[in-house]
Every structure is written in C-alpha cells, then in structure tokens.
C-alpha cells in the first residue's frame, strides 16, 4: 500500500526547502504527499525578505478536515513559526495520534534568517517534542532546546543525544536523529539513538553551495519512508542515502544565486 504522508510546516516560494521540498522529496520516494500550511515566507537562495503567519484557528481546521478523510501513516512537522501555531499543531497531534511523527525543529533559515519566534521555542519543547517518534535537530538547534551551547564532537553528540531522547515520552518507540552536519572538518557523522542503542551513520562533507533544505529534505525523506520499512535504522540510512545523492547531484539544476536547492528527483531525472 502506498503511505499517505502529511507534512506540516511553512512555504517557501522558491521550493528548496519548507512544503514544497518535502512534497518532492515524499514523491521521490515512494509516499503520496499532502500539507498544511503552517507559515508564509517571502524568501529566495539568498534569504527570507519577509513572514506572514497563518492563523492558529486555520492550522486546526486544516489539519482536522484532512485527517477526517484521508489515512495519514506519516507526519513530518518543520517550520511553524509562532507560539499558538505550535501550540494548535500540538493539541491536534494529541487528538489524531499518528504512528510516525518526525519532528524537524526549524528555528533558523541557511541564510541565518530566525524562523521560529522566541515564545515558540518553550511551547514546542514543552507540547510537541514529546509526541515526536523521530527528533532531527542539527546541533544549533540541539542546543537550543537543551539550553547548552552547540555539540562541536562526536563524543558531545552522543551526550547531547542522550539528553534529547529524555525529552520525548516513552509510549513506543522513540528516537533522535541527531545530524552532525555542523561539526568542524570533512566528516558529518550522525547520531541514531533511541535511548538504548547509540548508531553512527558516517557521512562525508560535499562542497557545494548548493544546501538549502537539506534539513526539510531529510525529516520529509524520515517520514515517507518509515511507514514503508519496517526497521527505523535502515529507514534512517536510506533517509540519509537519498540526501547525499540529492546533494551531490543538485548542481544539475540552476536556481538562483545563493544556497541553492538540492536535486530531489536525481533517481528520475537522467544527468545532463
């Protein structure tokens, strides 16, 4: 059966990263994907120039009228913005109970630009980061919920992955995915820990420029394959596979002139 998927985040027009990223990246790998639009940004390769909010109240309804008809097997949460927003997407997550929810906590763009207000970041910690079955943070964004500066080690990780895992519930499995993509040098080595076993998934850096949505690409690549593969570190290794191929193709395309998107459909659109 193919996996309905639902990714819950924010747009970003020029479609390397937030829902329109995912919905490709979904596609790509075998899930039908479906949105809620939980944020509008004006945003390009080279920065977010402007953000609008999309009422609490219109998240809800969105959510339940979808849920209402259609199977959802997967749900992937990004960029929510506000506090109220995280609060609704919270509340809701509570009521529908999906078997796989990968949280991504999107808190800054690659340009640097702030995508999650300060109020927001208790309600998420505190209401949605303990029904996550899938954590991905990079390190800032580790830090950030731990209230500690960022893991620069290996040997940091396996700490900070820990402490993370303590934050979610224990009703089923749980796990944190914990990127190393902010790690000085050419390894990015990420951490799989489900607060028994503690798996590296070795990585090597590539030299692109070419990196915006990378994270969003990854947690919606977690989500569409989950439900599909019945073994999260093999998911997770696939997960990952697929974004290193995406990235190391993604001078294929031609989009802008900053962080530019990776290449989603490398497995489908023959090499130029």
Not at 200 to 225: D, Q, Y
Request: glycine share 8%.
């Amino acid at each position: 059966m193919i996996p309905n998927t639902l990714t819950i985040a924010g747009v970003d027009p020029s479609g390397g990263a937030g829902i329109l990223a995912d919905i490709k990246a979904m596609s790509a790998l075998g899930a039908y994907g479906t949105a809620v639009v939980a944020a509008l940004t004006a945003q390009n390769t080279q920065g977010v120039t402007a953000i609008s909010a999309v009422p609490h109240e219109f998240v809800t309804a969105q959510i339940d009228t979808l849920f209402a008809d259609v199977r959802i097997d997967a749900v992937k949460i990004g960029m929510l913005g506000q506090k109220l927003v995280t609060r609704a997407v919270a509340e809701r997550m509570e009521h529908w109970r999906p078997t796989h929810l990968v949280l991504d906590p999107v808190m800054v763009a690659k340009s640097g630009d702030h995508l999650l207000e300060r109020a927001a970041v208790n309600e998420l910690r505190d209401s949605l980061l303990p029904q996550a079955t899938m954590l991905t943070p990079n390190l800032p964004e580790a830090g950030v919920l731990l209230g500690s500066s960022s893991a620069d080690s290996v040997r940091e990780m396996r700490r900070v992955a820990e402490k993370l895992r303590r934050l979610l519930d224990d009703r089923g499995e749980r796990w944190v995915f914990l990127k190393g993509g902010h790690l000085p040098g050419n390894d990015t080595i990420d951490i799989l820990h489900d607060g028994d076993r503690m798996i590296e998934l070795p990585g090597t850096r590539i030299i692109t420029p070419n990196t915006h949505g990378t994270g969003c690409t990854l947690s919606a690549a977690l989500a569409a394959l989950l439900p599909q593969v019945n073994d999260v570190p093999e998911a997770a290794k696939r997960a990952k596979a697929y974004l290193v191929a995406a990235i190391a193709r993604s001078g294929e395309l031609s989009v802008g002139s900053g962080h530019g998107p990776v290449q989603h459909f490398h497995a489908w659109w023959p090499a130029p």
